[in-house]
């Protein structure tokens, strides 16, 4: 099959706002006398908003109505905006950057697909948004992963058919998404989270056109 697209999580994948996300979870769980420790915001990774608050809500055996999450959100949303304003393009991850280019170049389509509401924020700030055809956030799905409709609609929007497109994820439910939608999925990270992926690399360090054209024609 020959390679037509690539779609791109942003977190984790193109840069690390992880690290901002969790500046602002660790406020916010402060302010709810709720532990909240790195690894607990490694389990967040993919994950929506609103899925992420609720995991923090379990961890302190919480439970609030709707009115109040949507508060707790907007505050985290505000303290994390505040924190991606002064995002570059030096904070893109390694190789991602070339690959990205490389592949635009080739005229191989490249879209985002991720649960971020804040993506296209986040492209702009880093000079990448010019790259992509199709940009399919936490705006536009209304399933977040392990389904696959953010990506089906990634594939929708650059003209390609799943096999004929890859998807690169650092989460394990983005894995898992990529996977149920049918596409070629390369994990980035730690091959024993991301076993679900058909391939899996620790970065985008070394990962060139030439190698992708031969993973998905094997
Ligand atoms: P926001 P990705 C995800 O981005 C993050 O991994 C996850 O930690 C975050 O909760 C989610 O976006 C929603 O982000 O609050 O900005 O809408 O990895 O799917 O690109
Ligand atoms: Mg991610």
Redesign the pocket.
């Known amino acids: 099959m020959a390679l037509k697209g690539c779609l791109f ?5 193109l840069v690390d ?2 690290k901002h ?1 969790f500046v602002a979870w660790k406020r916010l769980a402060e302010e709810l006398s709720i532990p909240f420790t790195e690894e607990d915001n490694h389990a ?6 609103v ?2 608050l609720d995991r923090i809500l379990r961890l302190g055996n919480m439970e609030l109505n709707e009115a109040t999450k949507l508060k707790l ?1 907007h505050h ?2 505000e303290w ?1 905006l505040n924190l991606i304003q002064g995002m570059r393009k030096e904070d893109i991850l390694p190789g991602a950057a070339e690959l990205i280019r490389e592949l635009s170049d080739a005229g191989i389509g490249v879209g985002l ?7 296209k924020l986040i492209l702009d700030n880093v000079e990448l948004s010019p790259f992509f055809k199709v940009v399919v ?2 705006n536009h799905i209304t399933l977040s ?1 392990p389904d696959p409709e ?1 990506f089906l609609k990634g594939a929708q929007g650059l003209g390609v058919q799943p096999e004929e497109c890859i998807v690169f994820e ?2 394990a439910a ?1 894995v898992k998404a990529a996977k149920a939608g049918g596409f070629f999925a390369v994990g980035l990270g730690d091959p024993e989270l991301l076993g679900a992926a058909d391939i899996v690399k620790p970065d985008l360090k070394d990962v060139r056109l030439h190698d992708l054209t031969t993973w998905i024609s094997v």
């Open positions: 999580d942003m977190d984790g994948v706002s992880a996300h967040l990774k993919g994950l929506s908003r899925d992420s959100m985290k949303n994390y697909g991720s649960s971020s509401k804040n993506a956030d936490g992963k953010v650092d989460a983005g």
